[in-house]
């Protein structure tokens, strides 16, 4: 879709749990959230976003969260990282370190049961949201990582034209015909069954906001994507 004519930018999300190897997740105080079972198979699970983009992210655009040290994920990055401070802080990490990620096989998105292991290198640390009150560890902001999209192919071993996106945001450059390009790609081979592709037109303060909620066992919070231009075409993955 990203070549169809028309399309000035986009940017995707792709999903993953995985196990921190060296380091530990943040945890609830108390630390009794879990059960023995969850313990034993999430214990030491993070959320792991996979993007070309991190900073047209919503959480990153409504300035909810903020760079600390660093730089943001672009799309010609390869085995990177970004880290929320606190769990920087307790693990000792900063800029330039080694953070290495270990699919987490009983993640229900993880069909192949991966367990691959992906070693990344930070590049940023970013700050804010940690206040928020959450009832388990997987709602910590410390424990959402996000990485770029080589990275959670790999850890899931996705097949090249096998990937699953969580969503997908394309900006329209000014002028283009919506209709004819929601058509265009509505002719890609794309499977349509699992995917829905929706208009978001210019209002009075030509923002346009395409969120899109993910929720599973180790993705409790709601997951934004915002995006300032003319006309935003989204395609979303239906769970």
């Not at 993953?16 to 214990?43: C, H, I, M, R, S």
């Not at 959450?134 to 770029?148: C, Q």
């Not at 090249?160 to 265009?184: H, P, R």
Request: proline residues 1%; hydrophobic residues 40%; without cysteine.
């Amino acid at each position: 879709m990203a070549q169809l004519p028309g399309v000035d930018s986009y940017m995707v999300r792709q999903n993953a749990t995985a196990d921190l190897v060296g380091a530990n997740v943040a945890k609830v105080p108390g630390g009794d959230d879990y059960d023995a079972t969850q313990e034993q198979q999430f214990g030491n699970a993070a959320n792991v976003m996979g993007t070309n983009d991190s900073s047209k992210l919503n959480v990153f655009t409504s300035r909810t969260l903020g760079m600390a040290e660093g730089r943001h994920l672009k799309a010609s990055d390869k085995y990177t990282s970004m880290i929320h401070e606190d769990l920087a802080k307790a693990n000792g990490l900063k800029v330039g370190d080694t953070l290495t990620l270990k699919a987490n096989a009983y993640d229900a998105d993880n069909e192949s049961h991966s367990t691959a292991t992906v070693k990344t290198t930070i590049v940023g640390i970013f700050k804010g949201d940690s206040a928020r009150k959450v009832s388990s560890r997987a709602e910590l902001t410390a424990n959402t990582i996000y990485t770029d999209l080589d990275t959670t192919r790999d850890l899931y071993q996705y097949k090249d034209g096998k990937e699953i996106y969580q969503d997908a945001t394309f900006v329209l450059s000014k002028g283009v015909d919506v209709e004819k390009t929601m058509d265009a790609a509505k002719k890609l081979p794309v499977d349509w069954n699992n995917y829905q592709i929706t208009r978001n037109d210019q209002y009075s303060s030509s923002m346009l906001h395409a969120a899109r909620g993910v929720r599973s066992m180790m993705r409790g919070a709601l997951i934004g994507v915002t995006v300032s231009a003319v006309l935003v075409l989204s395609l979303m993955l239906l769970l």
